[in-house]
Every structure is written in structure tokens, then in C-alpha cells.
């Protein structure tokens, strides 16, 4: 596209995606690297955060991370027609955790680029606890998975945060791309 003499290209569901997956899924592994020097400087099991949560009715630390992960690889399987992970039996852990999220960049960032061509129009099924909702693939990626998948982070960080974990807005917001 070419508008007042600047050339603009047209972002593909790829460049949506996985610049932000791969940024908060490192932000995410950071954060529960803090949490485990947290823990070890002052003689903790460093499991237990995981089993912290913000309010009786909300998902604990450890499912924070899963349902982020979950919700990344689950989408970039639907977006390109490729089979999801199995991450195997789930365990509450924080060597488990940095694992699953280091298996969830090391998936996603195997697909190659062209496998998402045409995806922003492919229709996504996607049966939740309360319904089957249908979707093409734009509007399932920026209005369901991304606010979704954001959530889970932001929690992740809040729980840790409200557990005395050190961290600043520079461990949610991970390594930003930046132009030399």
C-alpha cells in the first residue's frame, strides 16, 4: 500500500502473533525465574507460589501459565492446521512451568511463516466451558486469544507480585523488538 509517498505493508497474521507470543511467553519464563530467586534467597519451596491465586475463585499461578500456553500453541495449531502440543501429564511445579512455556516458544516458533497465509479468514471452532463459539481466524486471534492469552500473563505477574516477588513493569513487558 502506498499512502502520501510512504510505502505500507500489510501485517500477516504471523507478524500479529508470534512477535507477542514470543514477548510475553519470555516475560512469563522471567517472571517465574524471579519467583524461584524469590524463593531461594529466603529458603522457600519456590512451588508454593505456584499454588498462590489473587481471589478464592480465580486460577492459581501454576494454571495462570497453563492456560497462557494453552492458549498460544492451541491458536497457532488452529490459525496453520497443524496438531497441538501434549504437554503430558500436568504437574504444579516451577521446573515443570519453565518447561512447558520453553516447549510452547520452541513450537511455535517452528511453524513457518507461510503456514499461517490465508488464516485471517480460516474458520476456528472453539468449544469453551460454556459454549462452541465460531470465528474466522482474525477475529479469533485478536478478540479471543490475545485478551485471553494477556490475562493469564498479567495474572501470572500480579500473583507474584502480590507474594513479594520483585518485579517492575520491565519483567511483564519482557524483551521489546526494537529497530537498531
Known sequence: FIQRGKIKMALSMHDIALPVFTQQLGALAEILNETQAHADARELDADQFLAARLSPDMYNMAIQVRQATDHVQRCVAKLTGIDELDFGPEEEAMDYCRARIAKTLEF???????????????????????????????????HFVLPQFLFHVTTAYDIARSAGVTLGKRHYLGAIPQSE
Do not use: C, N, W
Not at 472453539?126 to 479469533?140: C, I, K, N, S, W
Open 108 to 142: 511455535i516458533q517452528a511453524v513457518p511463516a507461510d503456514k499461517f497465509e490465508g488464516s485471517e479468514d480460516r474458520p476456528i471452532e472453539l468449544q469453551t466451558r460454556v459454549r462452541l463459539m465460531h470465528f474466522p481466524g482474525r477475529d479469533y486471534l485478536l
